[in-house]
Nanobody, 121 residues
Framework: QVQLAESGGGLVQPGGSLTLSCAAS????????MGWEREAPGKQRELVAT???????DYADSVKGRFTISINNAKNTVYLQMSSLKSEDTAVYYC???????????????WGQGTQVTVSS
């Protein structure tokens, strides 16, 4: 069983910065990729950013140049550094992780519980 624990959400003013963290725990032999999705009230969940275990990152157009995703493979942890935040970034942010389980060698994909990010003055 793999669990993802998110942290770092909160209230921030427009133009401010915030960093989210997500740590994966369990019998993990390898992380293939981790990422962040977000869901704003009344809107569909959207992919924000992903990073492979090798560090290759990809971003939604709406956050390019403002958000940076990174991964620490030793800690099975992904970070999302968010800057120049806008009110439209307000959402619940969910962490996603894909990889391979130890022992069985089965692949897994799982999501965290979500953390609220509110951008408001």
């Amino acid at each position: 069983q793999v669990q993802l624990a998110e942290s770092g959400g909160g209230l921030v003013q427009p133009g401010g910065s915030l960093t989210l963290s997500c740590a994966a725990s369990g019998d993990i032999i390898r992380i293939n990729a981790m990422g962040w999705e977000r869901e704003a009230p009344g809107k569909q969940r959207e992919l924000v950013a992903t990073v492979t275990g090798g560090g290759v990152a990809d971003y939604a157009d709406s956050v390019k140049g403002r958000f940076t995703i990174s991964i620490n493979n030793a800690k099975n942890t992904v970070y999302l550094q968010m800057s120049s935040l806008k009110s439209e970034d307000t959402a619940v942010y969910y962490c996603n992780g894909k990889g391979v389980l130890g022992g069985s060698g089965f692949r897994f994909e799982t999501w965290g519980q979500g953390t609220q990010v509110t951008v408001s003055s």
